[in-house]
């Protein structure tokens, strides 16, 4: 096949198959639509069927465009006059479970004032369309995208929720689960009942050795809860491929009806205001038999169209990629040439800093820092410290390995220190599978921090982890609970054995709200911690000309800095006072409360776990 880049001569002239668009959607069209369907063509031109297949789908797509409110079609034209507007926000993200930070959908905007105070320009708010009865990977295993789960609200409260965020300057972003339904989504219960079209939605096999021989080249991503990639279906007599829990059925894009399907879906979503689509386990959307089925070419394919489709029918909306791999299989997530996804998790800076803490040394920081490159225009990391999910170490495993370096050896060390088993340690994070614990690490920040009260040393470590996202270029995200430092969500040991991750979804702590502002109190202390970095990183931007951030070299293990136009960030990951030698200059020093750094003659004094900002003076 052809990379996205080197594209095929188009099968068809899109424009031939004339869909009806609006007029600001034809003239869109006339300019992506050639692209869109040499996207489509490296996919499914082989196909007998395609012209007509396009020229239905593009049909179908110029329907749900027609129907785009006036609303969203004038942050169409505007966000077009800025199409870097996400990257360039001043504002942090925010991620939560819908019940569990507000109730349902309307009852978010009773919490509009908390995001505003964080300073929110992003509200990820986790799955909450329909989603399967019983287990459902926190609404991972979806049941219909044109539906609200019960007790969450409706999609017209969906479609006002966006509207009144969008009124405080705050995105929505939402995931678009592309990889799977769920095994009680109309397409998975036809094909149970016999429905031939619907099957082809799916990757069945009847043949045991067949699987077998898949399965030899595939990860696990729930080895203990949901251990191989393939169920048993009795009703369809064949194993369903099943990469997440085995009621997660995933889509078989090699029928164009499954892009079809999910590419109208989406544009529904964005029609309903949700201005940035999480594309969820992207990584996983094309299977190719004897690979371990990740990031596949075609899965950049798919993406790409999907953004030509976004850029044409609603063009205010991006996507944000899920693509929890190594680095440079991330970095192609935002586009090789050609336009792709805006954002993207920067995993490996996120569980390399929890590596470099559990280390006590800044080297595993330092060199991710160090291997990544600046990113196409408009594009921007998400740093993240903590989210819904664990930390899956391998995402470092790469650059351990390339670094000669033994990676169950460095890894078990960093998973002994902080699931706490290691000698001294103050963590309290949790293997996310039991018999396997350099598979992932489960547990809130103050868990793995081993926050506690009035303990100002947890506090300089809470600091240093949420510094380097907000120190990095990107947008930082804070997740529900950490701004007040809120530990664990109470299971029962039955869900913690079921999925760890439940230890993710506390419920809104009202009592930490009530406190933020009752100086000395924990939730006081990490709030406004969080406003303090959202006020620095903002001096960085301010100074740095878009320049991004360079590592500072020639520092000792202890220590990670970054410098951004003229100011620098330095970070003590060591468990002892540092010191480091002033650059030439005079400076401002800033610093959380917690950090206490120090100018004195000979340079500046961090203590452990400690960090400062220096501006030049006058201060910027
Ligand atoms: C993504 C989600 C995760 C979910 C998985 C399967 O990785 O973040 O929570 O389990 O996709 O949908």
Same mark, same amino acid.
């Given at each position: 096949? $052809? *990379?996205?880049?080197?594209?095929?001569?188009?099968?068809? &002239?899109?424009?031939?198959?004339?869909? $009806?668009?609006?007029? #600001?959607?034809?003239?869109?069209?006339?300019?992506?639509?050639?692209?869109?369907?040499?996207?489509?063509?490296?996919?499914?031109? !082989?196909?007998?069927?395609?012209?007509?297949?396009?020229?239905?789908?593009?049909?179908?797509?110029?329907?749900?465009? %027609?129907?785009?409110?006036?609303?969203?079609?004038?942050?169409?034209?505007?966000?077009? @006059?800025?199409?870097?507007?996400?990257?360039?926000?001043?504002?942090?993200?925010?991620?939560?479970?819908?019940? %569990?930070?507000?109730?349902?959908?309307?009852?978010?905007?009773?919490?509009?004032?908390?995001?505003?105070?964080? /300073?929110?320009?992003?509200?990820?708010?986790?799955?909450?369309?329909?989603?399967?009865?019983?287990?459902n990977d926190g609404g991972f295993a979806v049941s219909d995208f044109a539906e609200v789960q019960d007790g969450l609200g409706s999609i017209s409260d969906l479609a006002e929720l966006g509207a009144a965020l969008r009124g405080h300057g705050i995105s929505l972003m939402a995931d678009v689960v592309l990889n799977h339904v769920a095994d009680d989504h109309p397409w998975a219960k036809a094909a149970m009942l016999g429905d031939e079209a619907r099957q082809g939605y799916f990757l069945t096999f009847g043949d045991r050795s067949e699987v077998e021989a898949i399965e030899a080249h595939l990860d696990q991503v729930f080895p203990d809860q949901a251990p191989g990639n393939f169920t048993w279906n009795p009703a369809l007599k064949r194993w369903v491929w099943t990469t997440f829990f085995e009621y997660q059925w995933d889509l078989n894009y090699q029928n164009p009806e499954v892009f079809a399907e999910m590419a109208l879906a989406m544009v529904r979503l964005a029609n309903l205001g949700v201005e940035v689509l999480r594309v969820d386990s992207a990584p996983y959307i094309w299977k190719r038999i004897g690979t371990d089925c990740k990031n596949q070419p075609e899965v950049h394919v798919i993406l790409k169209a999907l953004r030509v489709i976004l850029d044409i029918v609603a063009p205010a909306t991006r996507m944000n990629a899920e693509a929890i791999v190594e680095r440079e299989e991330i970095l192609r997530y935002f586009g090789d040439g050609l336009p792709e996804?805006?954002?993207?998790?920067?995993?490996?800076?996120?569980? =390399?800093?929890?590596?470099?803490?559990?280390?006590?040394?800044?080297?595993?920081?330092?060199?991710?820092?160090?291997?990544?490159?600046?990113?196409?225009? /408009?594009? =921007?990391?998400?740093?993240?410290?903590?989210?819904? &999910?664990?930390?899956?170490?391998?995402?470092?495993?790469?650059?351990?390995? *390339? %670094?000669?370096?033994?990676?169950? !050896?460095?890894?078990? =060390?960093? +998973?002994?220190?902080?699931?706490?088993?290691?000698?001294?340690? #103050?963590?309290?994070?949790?293997?996310? !599978?039991?018999?396997?614990?350099?598979?992932?690490?489960? /547990?809130? +920040?103050?868990?793995?921090?081993?926050?506690?009260?009035?303990?100002?040393?947890?506090?300089?470590?809470?600091?240093?982890?949420?510094?380097?996202?907000?120190?990095?270029?990107?947008?930082?995200?804070?997740?529900? @609970?950490?701004?007040?430092?809120?530990?664990? =969500?109470?299971?029962?040991?039955?869900?913690?054995?079921?999925?760890?991750?439940?230890?993710?979804?506390?419920?809104f702590d009202q009592a930490a709200m009530a406190q933020r502002h009752v100086p000395g109190s924990t939730p006081q202390r990490v709030f406004s911690l969080m406003q303090w970095f959202r006020q620095m990183r903002q001096r960085l931007r301010d100074n740095d000309s878009g320049q991004g951030a360079e590592v500072i070299a020639g520092l000792s293990d202890a220590l990670f800095g970054l410098r951004r136009g003229p100011c620098r960030v330095l970070f003590n990951f060591s468990e002892s006072e540092q010191s480091v030698e002033l650059p030439a200059g005079r400076w401002k020093l800033y610093a959380p409360w917690q950090s206490q750094p120090r100018i004195v003659s000979d340079g500046l004094r961090l203590p452990e776990h400690g960090q400062a900002w220096l501006l030049p003076e006058p201060a910027l």
């Open positions: 096949m $052809s *990379t996205a880049q080197g594209l095929p001569a188009p099968v068809l &002239d899109a424009s031939a198959a004339q869909p $009806s668009f609006s007029a #600001q959607a034809q003239a869109r069209f006339a300019r992506h639509g050639a692209r869109l369907s040499q996207l489509l063509a490296v996919l499914y031109g !082989q196909r007998d069927d395609f012209q007509p297949w396009l020229s239905g789908f593009l049909a179908q797509l110029a329907d749900i465009e %027609r129907a785009r409110s006036g609303d969203l079609r004038e942050l169409d034209e505007r966000r077009m @006059g800025a199409p870097d507007w996400l990257a360039r926000g001043s504002g942090v993200a925010y991620s939560c479970y819908v019940d %569990r930070f507000a109730g349902t959908l309307p009852a978010i905007r009773e919490r509009l004032g908390h995001l505003r105070e964080l /300073g929110v320009q992003l509200l990820h708010l986790l799955p909450f369309l329909k989603m399967r009865e019983g287990a996804c805006s954002l993207a998790y920067n995993a490996a800076l996120m569980a =390399a800093t929890w590596a470099s803490l559990a280390r006590a040394s800044a080297s595993m920081v330092r060199q991710t820092a160090l291997a990544t490159p600046q990113l196409p225009a /408009g594009c =921007a990391w998400v740093n993240y410290v903590r989210c819904h &999910d664990d930390i899956i170490w391998n995402v470092l495993r790469r650059d351990i390995e *390339t %670094r000669g370096q033994d990676y169950v !050896q460095l890894i078990g =060390a960093v +998973t002994d220190v902080l699931h706490g088993s290691a000698a001294a340690t #103050q963590s309290r994070g949790v293997p996310s !599978q039991r018999h396997d614990p350099l598979h992932g690490t489960s /547990g809130m +920040t103050a868990e793995l921090v081993g926050l506690r009260a009035g303990d100002e040393a947890s506090l300089r470590r809470y600091a240093l982890v949420y510094g380097v996202a907000f120190a990095m270029p990107g947008i930082p995200l804070i997740y529900m @609970g950490d701004e007040f430092g809120q530990g664990n =969500a109470a299971v029962t040991p039955g869900q913690e054995a079921d999925d760890t991750r439940w230890l993710h979804r506390p419920e």
